[in-house]
């Protein structure tokens, strides 16, 4: 099977918000809605990292911002746009990847050096959520899967129904399409576990090494 740009960021999604929840006391780098729940068990638990959690979704969208308007300004310069965002991305994860390295394991989530490390994983995320939406509308979102898990039971159910004929053929190849971003998410989501268990903080250097990947990979068109 041929790795395309949406499956390698898809595993990324997963590596990235696994290893980050592991390493920085359950802060969620991807899938930055969570540190709402987490947020409230740290203040009832009083375990570390509430301060990183609650800064998680105004650095994401603030990058998500700035992925955008970013965007007229590449334009104008007649540089290329996914190219130069996934490299930004991928030097995001690069820099994550060293702090980690330098600073960890971190024991306490509110430390500089976690949130720091946290905040530019969060950032990079960012990065690639926005790139996904506007640069490839048509495959699944690479760091979340609730939606496309819905919509892959709506899809079954459709088939279990009884869709007529004409409209099977572009069903089979969606629910294919979510399938492989779901798969490849969960993959990331275990290697990402075992990575942390067996190689502690440099499991961090795998992200960027997909990364780069990823910006050579075929994407939609």
Known sequence: MKLSAPML?????????TAGYLALQGLFTAHVTGNFVTFGASLVQGTSGAG??????????????LARLSRYRL???????????????????????????TYGPFADGNSAA????????VAAMAIQNAVQR???PKSPPTT?????????????????????DQERPALRARLAAMSKSVGSFATGCAL??????????????????????????PRPT
């Open 144 to 164: 979340l899967m609730t939606g496309t898990s819905t919509q892959m039971m709506l899809d079954i159910g459709d088939l279990i129904e009884g869709l007529p």
């Open 134 to 136: 506007v640069h490839m």
């Open 9 to 17: 960021l898809s595993f990324n999604g997963g590596f990235v918000d």
């Open 52 to 65: 990183a959690k609650l800064l998680a979704l105004p650095v994401f969208c603030l990058m998500v911002i």
């Open 114 to 121: 976690a949130i720091a490390t946290g905040m530019t994983l």
């Open 192 to 217: 990402a576990a075992l990575a942390i268990l067996w190689f502690k903080m440099f499991a961090f250097i795998v992200p960027p090494v997909i990364g780069l990947a990823a910006l050579i990979a």
């Open 75 to 101: 334009m104008s310069l007649g540089v290329p746009i996914f190219e130069a965002l996934i490299g930004f991305k991928l030097m995001l994860l690069a820099v994550a990847a060293a702090l980690a390295i």
